[in-house]
């Protein structure tokens, strides 16, 4: 009984270790960030993207629960998308707004594409997922969804199920606190390298693309699967704009001309041009990020701030980690925390 229990109590170690640990990247030329760089003068907002409801055929979360998650994790706007429906306009106020997604299709029914309508905001959605690949013209003035949260679980459903089945394990141990760590199944740097590498130039923003798929409600309680107040807090965005926004209209013109960073934490960090220079801070001391160019070149570096001047013109995408702990070359519990929007450094001539 005795030999049991040890064991036991080794084999929760091991996994409490291995969820401390992975994943393990091994960095190359690093190069550390010595440079002070301050929060940028602008107004900051956060916003969840690509949500769907009761309108939607294939979920059953209520209006009302969406407000609710929005308002408890502090987020600023909520967009929702139902399919084909714009019905929860019905239930909108000025921080919840109402969009659509639709399929299109050509003359011979044949899908080329899908898309999310709001207001004047287009945005291509799924690319990433093989049936719903952009098969029209690259429109610069569409948005890109870089990153499905559902579209990137549901890729590595044998890693999702054993990544639930531990975390169950460990949840007596380590509670709400394993939630968070999902967020290592995503491979930002996967997305990025596909959309520079495709030609696309479009502005960045992350989608959750969330379905309640089990709902029960009683007089005094609500049971949804999976519940909006988990998918807000794995992953939002955070919009940097040069004016306050004051309603709707201000919101979605600020996705257009101010800096979009797709985050994966509740706090905020901040990449943007200033000058034609990149700059980027991150909250966390244990920050490590890789610049991406246009021509696929990657540049890696350590440190909370970053200043680059030295970039040819062209477009760049900021990718940043956390860590656990450095050794050597190498990092352990490395996990994302955000990516930037699509940046263009322009040539001084």
Same mark, same amino acid.
């Given at each position: 009984?005795?030999?049991?229990?040890?064991?036991?109590?080794?084999?929760?170690?091991?996994?409490?270790?291995?969820?401390?640990?992975?994943?393990?990247?091994?960095?190359?030329?690093?190069?550390?960030?010595?440079? $002070?760089?301050?929060?940028?003068?602008? *107004?900051? &907002? =956060?916003?969840?993207?690509?949500?769907?409801?009761? +309108?939607?055929?294939? #979920?059953?979360?209520?209006?009302?629960?969406?407000?609710?998650?929005?308002?408890?994790?502090?987020?600023?706007?909520?967009?929702?998308?139902?399919?084909?429906?714009?019905?929860?306009?019905?239930?909108?106020?000025?921080?919840?707004?109402?969009?659509?997604?639709?399929?299109?299709?050509?003359?011979?029914?044949?899908?080329?594409?899908?898309?999310?309508?709001?207001?004047?905001?287009?945005?291509?959605?799924?690319?990433?997922?093989?049936?719903?690949?952009?098969?029209?013209?690259?429109?610069?003035?569409?948005?890109?969804?870089?990153?499905?949260?559902?579209?990137?679980? $549901?890729?590595?459903?044998?890693?999702? *199920?054993? &990544? =639930?089945?531990?975390?169950?394990?460990?949840?007596? +141990?380590?509670?709400? #606190?394993?939630?968070?760590?999902?967020?290592?199944?995503?491979?930002?740097?996967?997305?990025?390298?596909?959309?520079?590498?495709?030609?696309?130039?479009?502005?960045?923003?992350?989608?959750?693309?969330?379905?309640?798929?089990?709902?029960?409600?009683?007089?005094?309680?609500?049971?949804?699967?999976?519940?909006?107040?988990?998918?807000?807090?794995?992953?939002?965005?955070?919009?940097?704009?040069?004016?306050?926004?004051?309603?709707?209209?201000?919101?979605?013109?600020?996705?257009?001309?101010?800096?979009?960073?797709?985050?994966?934490?509740?706090?905020?960090?901040?990449?943007?041009?200033?000058?034609?220079?990149?700059?980027?801070? =991150?909250?966390?001391?244990?920050?490590?990020?890789?610049?991406?160019?246009?021509?696929?070149?990657?540049?890696?570096?350590?440190?909370?701030?970053?200043?680059?001047?030295?970039?040819?013109?062209?477009?760049?995408?900021?990718?940043?980690?956390?860590?656990?702990?450095?050794?050597?070359?190498?990092?352990?519990?490395?996990?994302?925390?955000?990516?930037?929007?699509?940046?263009?450094?322009?040539?001084?001539?």
């Amino acid at each position: 009984m005795i030999k049991l229990f040890l064991f036991f109590v080794f084999f929760i170690f091991i996994l409490i270790l291995w969820f401390f640990l992975f994943p393990v990247r091994r960095t190359k030329r690093v190069f550390l960030c010595e440079d $002070l760089v301050e929060p940028p003068e602008k *107004f900051i &907002y =956060s916003y969840v993207f690509h949500i769907h409801t009761q +309108f939607s055929y294939d #979920s059953l979360g209520k209006p009302q629960d969406v407000i609710e998650a929005r308002d408890l994790l502090g987020i600023d706007f909520v967009v929702v998308t139902d399919h084909d429906d714009d019905s929860i306009k019905i239930f909108a106020d000025e921080r919840l707004l109402a969009g659509k997604e639709i399929k299109l299709n050509n003359k011979e029914g044949q899908l080329q594409g899908n898309l999310l309508q709001i207001g004047s905001i287009n945005v291509i959605a799924h690319h990433f997922r093989n049936r719903y690949r952009w098969k029209l013209e690259k429109n610069k003035d569409f948005l890109f969804e870089l990153i499905n949260l559902r579209d990137v679980f $549901l890729a590595h459903k044998r890693k999702l *199920f054993f &990544y =639930s089945i531990t975390a169950i394990l460990l949840y007596p +141990f380590m509670g709400k #606190s394993l939630i968070s760590s999902f967020i290592k199944l995503i491979d930002t740097k996967s997305y990025a390298l596909k959309y520079l590498s495709e030609g696309w130039r479009c502005k960045i923003i992350g989608g959750l693309d969330h379905h309640v798929k089990f709902y029960v409600k009683e007089v005094k309680r609500r049971i949804m699967l999976p519940s909006y107040k988990i998918s807000f807090s794995l992953m939002r965005n955070f919009l940097l704009s040069s004016i306050p926004i004051k309603g709707k209209e201000d919101f979605l013109k600020a996705m257009k001309e101010g800096v979009n960073v797709i985050s994966f934490s509740d706090k905020p960090s901040f990449v943007w041009v200033e000058e034609n220079k990149i700059k980027a801070c =991150s909250p966390f001391t244990n920050t490590y990020m890789i610049v991406i160019s246009e021509n696929l070149k990657e540049r890696e570096f350590l440190g909370s701030n970053l200043l680059l001047s030295d970039l040819e013109p062209g477009y760049y995408i900021i990718l940043g980690y956390t860590y656990k702990f450095r050794f050597g070359g190498m990092l352990f519990g490395v996990k994302p925390l955000f990516v930037s929007d699509l940046l263009e450094i322009e040539d001084d001539n």
